[in-house]
């Protein structure tokens, strides 16, 4: 968790008291606006932002700063906050039911034994497997998918954002479908990013059709193959992008612009970055984790929303990043997940309000 660029750790804890703060209410603003199921089922498409990455973030984050304060105290916030408990109740609800309705067998996550992370119905899976073409186009994709993604590391702060695989769709000549997807390209919502003449895509797909490629599925997006290399098994391969209810194939004249503006973006990112003041390397990751969320109320047409969430999450992380820079030492919470042992749990379970256990 170092880099040269970014306090990793620094933006991680101002993302974690962010959403503390911030994101329980902020949730229940946007559910006036439309239902956990309603989003989604209406993130089950190619390209999608928000997508599972979201919902993982938003939990383990406010979590996350939950134990930090079990472990400053010993005993969970909930046991003596009624409101606490009612904020826990408002994340954990959220990320259940739209993940329920967001994954086409309505599990939370990735599970034993298939971790499996299947969201297309069978008509997108199908449009998918339309574009799908000859093979030897796989090493000018793998390139253009490698610099694109490049600019989207740079572009989301060295965090892996932007980046979703899923599957695995089984298809008619017994293949099945890997998607990997770049999404948030163009964004506008980072200070940083351009936002006058912003990459003029949003989302790149790829599917690979794969013969005999084991895949499992993280919970924060990622992927697992076996082999790891799997290009000698893709029989065809499609590149493209989703436009609105559309999918469009990219072809290498339009795939080269952008491949050279992301060139030109990356450049005038790394330039900017490196010029940032120490305080801004963690308090970035107020902007950073504002981006998680926002993509959910845009989904539920709630756009107008934003700016009161980034001036919420600024209140919040501004004074947090201020506070780590005046301490020799991050929260204990960096240690105690440095020495968790596997299998076991990183979160202590909900403890019941003191009224709610006077009566029983």
């Not at 003596?80 to 599990?107: K, M």
């Not at 998918?128 to 186009?137: F, H, Q, T, V, Y």
């Not at 017994?174 to 351009?194: C, F, I, K, M, S």
Request: hydrophobic share 40%; proline share 7%; aromatic share 10%.
């Amino acid at each position: 968790m170092k880099s040269e660029l970014f306090d990793i750790r620094g933006r991680t804890w101002v993302g974690f008291e962010c959403y503390y703060a911030a994101a329980p209410a902020l949730l229940r603003t946007l559910c006036e606006h439309r239902s956990p199921e309603a989003l989604g089922r209406a993130m089950r498409r190619p390209g999608s932002r928000p997508y599972y990455l979201q919902l993982m973030i938003l939990m383990s984050n406010y979590l996350s700063a939950r134990e930090q304060r079990v472990l400053a105290t010993g005993t969970p916030p909930e046991a003596s906050d009624p409101q606490a408990d009612a904020d826990l109740a408002t994340v954990v609800d959220f990320v259940a039911r739209t993940a329920g309705a967001y994954r086409t067998d309505g599990a939370v996550m990735p599970t034993a034994p298939d971790f499996d992370m299947r969201i297309l119905s069978e008509d997108w899976i199908a449009r998918c497997a339309a574009l799908l073409g000859p093979r030897e186009r796989l090493p000018e994709i793998q390139r253009f998918v490698a610099t694109l993604s490049l600019y989207g590391f740079l572009l989301h702060g060295e965090q892996r954002d932007g980046t979703f695989d899923h599957g695995p769709y089984a298809l008619p000549d017994g293949t099945r479908l890997l998607v990997r997807e770049l999404n948030d390209l163009d964004n506008r919502l980072l200070p940083w990013a351009e936002h006058d003449d912003p990459l003029p895509i949003a989302n790149v797909c790829v599917a690979y059709a794969l013969r005999d490629v084991e895949m499992q599925f993280s919970l924060f997006g990622g992927s697992l193959t076996d082999p790891v290399d799997f290009l000698d098994r893709t029989e065809r391969v499609a590149l493209f992008t989703r436009e609105g209810d559309d999918l469009r194939a990219l072809e290498p004249d339009e795939m080269a612009a952008l491949a050279h503006r992301a060139g030109e973006l990356q450049l005038r990112l790394y330039q900017d970055v490196v010029a940032w003041p120490a305080i801004e390397r963690s308090r970035y990751g107020l902007y950073l984790y504002a981006n998680h969320l926002a993509p959910f109320f845009r989904l539920a047409g709630a756009e107008a929303a934003l700016p009161a969430l980034v001036a919420r999450f600024e209140a919040v992380g501004g004074p947090v990043a201020e506070a780590l820079a005046a301490r020799d030492e991050l929260p204990e919470i960096f240690t105690y997940y440095a020495d968790i042992g596997e299998g076991d749990s990183a979160f202590s379970p909900r403890a019941a309000p003191s009224r709610e256990r006077e009566r029983t």
